[in-house]
């Protein structure tokens, strides 16, 4: 059943951008980018709307509240494409930083530059980083909320990964505050591939972290911010294995 579900699933996602694509093209000939970012949304909420009916999976968010309307940093966990779209719902004007290669898919890339997304080149080192902050700043002069999944590439629920400076360089720029965000969308989502699992995705919204902490601690902060998320939640959560219950 799950693999029917998944096929409807991934034939719907793939009509619905096509078509969307296509219906696009005027708003990219005027290059009007916030109707660029209305679009968008209207895409994710689209498919996240196909994501609950066909695939049975409810979405629930706490802490919303925590979400300001102002310019932020959301710093949120990363184990699925879901956590490409939920973003898009949630706050009033998104702008993700992406990988480079996404602005390259046809139909998508286009739409994905116009409305506002931060493409980076991650093997460009110090010289991604640099325009990273550039283009960054522009959109928190402009009031837009960034999201940033600091692990830089999508993990196992429950998985411990290194956090990459750039949250920290982007957090101390524009003194923003910055906010943690837990999930558990690898549960049903799965990191690679399609099989959807029913059941229910839940994104935890922490308090807002200060964003004048030095580097070591701002880290930690979201480490500590995470595994609080996540035991509030009942989401998976690395364990501290380093004691032996049994010694």
């Not at 494409?81 to 898919?105: C, H, N, S």
């Not at 522009?138 to 196992?156: A, K, L, S």
């Given at each position: 059943?799950?693999r029917?579900?998944?096929?409807?699933?991934v034939?719907?996602?793939?009509?619905?951008?096509?078509?969307?694509?296509?219906?696009?093209?005027?708003?990219?000939?005027?290059?009007?980018?916030?109707?660029?970012?209305?679009?968008?949304?209207?895409?994710?909420?689209?498919?996240?709307?196909?994501?609950?009916?066909?695939?049975?999976?409810?979405?629930?968010?706490?802490?919303?509240?925590?979400?300001?309307?102002?310019?932020?940093?959301?710093?949120?966990?990363?184990?699925?494409?879901?956590?490409?779209?939920?973003?898009?719902?949630?706050?009033?004007?998104?702008?993700?930083?992406?990988?480079?290669?996404?602005?390259?898919?046809?139909?998508i890339?286009?739409?994905?530059?116009?409305?506002?997304?931060?493409?980076?080149?991650?093997?460009?080192?110090?010289?991604?980083?640099?325009?990273?902050?550039?283009?960054?700043?522009?959109?928190?002069?402009?009031?837009?909320?960034?999201?940033?999944?600091?692990?830089?590439?999508?993990?196992?629920?429950?998985?411990?990964?290194?956090?990459?400076?750039?949250?920290?360089?982007?957090?101390?720029?524009?003194?923003?505050?910055?906010?943690?965000?837990?999930?558990?969308?690898?549960?049903?989502?799965?990191?690679?591939g399609?099989?959807?699992?029913?059941?229910?995705?839940?994104?935890?919204?922490?308090?807002?972290?200060p964003?004048?902490?030095?580097?070591?601690?701002?880290?930690?902060?979201?480490?500590?911010?995470?595994?609080?998320?996540?035991?509030?939640?009942?989401?998976?959560?690395?364990?501290?294995?380093?004691?032996?219950?049994?010694?």
């Open positions: 059943m799950n029917i579900r998944a096929i409807l699933f034939t719907y996602f793939v009509t619905l951008t096509l078509i969307m694509g296509l219906i696009a093209m005027p708003i990219r000939a005027l290059r009007h980018r916030t109707l660029a970012l209305r679009y968008a949304q209207c895409w994710s909420r689209l498919t996240l709307w196909g994501l609950r009916v066909l695939c049975n999976i409810r979405i629930v968010v706490t802490g919303a509240e925590n979400l300001p309307e102002a310019a932020c940093l959301i710093a949120s966990q990363h184990q699925s494409y879901f956590d490409g779209f939920i973003w898009m719902t949630l706050v009033p004007r998104p702008a993700y930083v992406i990988k480079q290669e996404l602005t390259r898919i046809p139909f890339g286009p739409m994905l530059l116009l409305s506002g997304m931060v493409p980076v080149e991650r093997a460009a080192g110090a010289k991604a980083l640099r325009a990273l902050m550039k283009a960054t700043q522009e959109h928190f002069d402009e009031g837009r909320q960034i999201i940033i999944f600091p692990e830089g590439t999508r993990t196992h629920p429950g998985e411990r990964a290194p956090l990459q400076p750039g949250v920290v360089a982007l957090a101390k720029q524009a003194a923003v505050p910055v906010i943690p965000v837990a999930t558990n969308s690898g549960l049903h989502w799965p990191r690679r399609w099989l959807m699992q029913p059941g229910e995705i839940r994104i935890a919204i922490g308090d807002a972290l964003a004048n902490a030095g580097r070591s601690s701002l880290i930690d902060s979201i480490y500590r911010s995470w595994d609080k998320l996540c035991a509030g939640a009942g989401l998976p959560h690395p364990v501290d294995n380093s004691v032996d219950p049994h010694s």
